[in-house]
C-alpha cells in the first residue's frame, strides 16, 4: 500500500514535500521508515522542508541503527512465511481453533486499543510501541512524525520477542492478530497481498524458532463484525 521513500542532501523543499506527501502508509513501520531520510541521507547537513506556509528547518547528525527483520521488504517476509506454512483463517475458524485446540490468540496491537477491547482469552504483546528514547536518532523520528501532524510517533518494540517467549510456549499454537490483518492473498490491485502489524509479527515469531503459527485474516475488525466473544479492562 505504501512504497518507502528516500531523500537525498541536495533535494529541494518542493520535492521533498511531494515526496512526503505522494504516498500513505499502512503500517508505523512503513512512515517511521520515512525518517531514515532525514538521518542517514544528511547527516551533518541541514535542509528545509516546507508545509504551506511554514518551514521546517532540521540540522541532522544522527545515524538510523541497522536494519531489523521486521524492516525486510514485504516481499522476503511473504516468501518466508509462505515457506514456513504460515496459514491466514478466519475470525470464526479462529475462535473454534481456540476453544477446541487450545489455540493462543496473540493481539499485537498497542496495549490501550487491547485493554479498550480484544478478543475474550487473548494475549496482548504490542509489536511497536511510543517512542521511548531522546537519542539523537529518536529526536529525528519525532520530528519527522511531527510534521505529518502525528505527535504520538512509535517504534518496533525491542522486547517484541522476550515478551511473547515469557507469556507463550515456542510449541504453543498462536493465531496472530492486529486491528485490520493484512492478507497473503495476492490480488489484482495487490499481487503480494498485503503487510500488516500481525504478518509482520508473524514474520518474527517463525524467524525465532515459532512452529504453529496462524494469522487471524481480517483482523479484530472481522471478529467483532462476527460479533464473537470479547472482554476490556478497565
Partial sequence: MAALTSVSAGSTSASLQHRFHSV???TPIEL???TCSLATSVKRRSFSLSNNSSTLRIRCAATKPA???AEEDWSTKRAYLLEKRV???EAKEAF???KENNFVILDVRP???FKEAHPEGAINVQIYRLIKEWTAWDITRRVAFAFFGIFSGTEENPEFL???ESKINKDAKIIVACSSGGTMKPTQNLPEGQQSRS???AYLLVLNGYTNVFHLEGGIYNWYKEELPTASEE
Fill in 111 to 113: 496495549e490501550a486499543e
Fill in 199 to 201: 504478518l509482520i509479527a
Fill in 87 to 89: 496459514r491466514s483463517v
Fill in 67 to 69: 536494519k531489523s527483520p
Fill in 32 to 34: 517511521a521508515s520515512v
Fill in 162 to 164: 522476550q515478551l511473547v
Fill in 24 to 26: 500513505s502508509y499502512s
Fill in 96 to 98: 473454534r481453533l481456540q
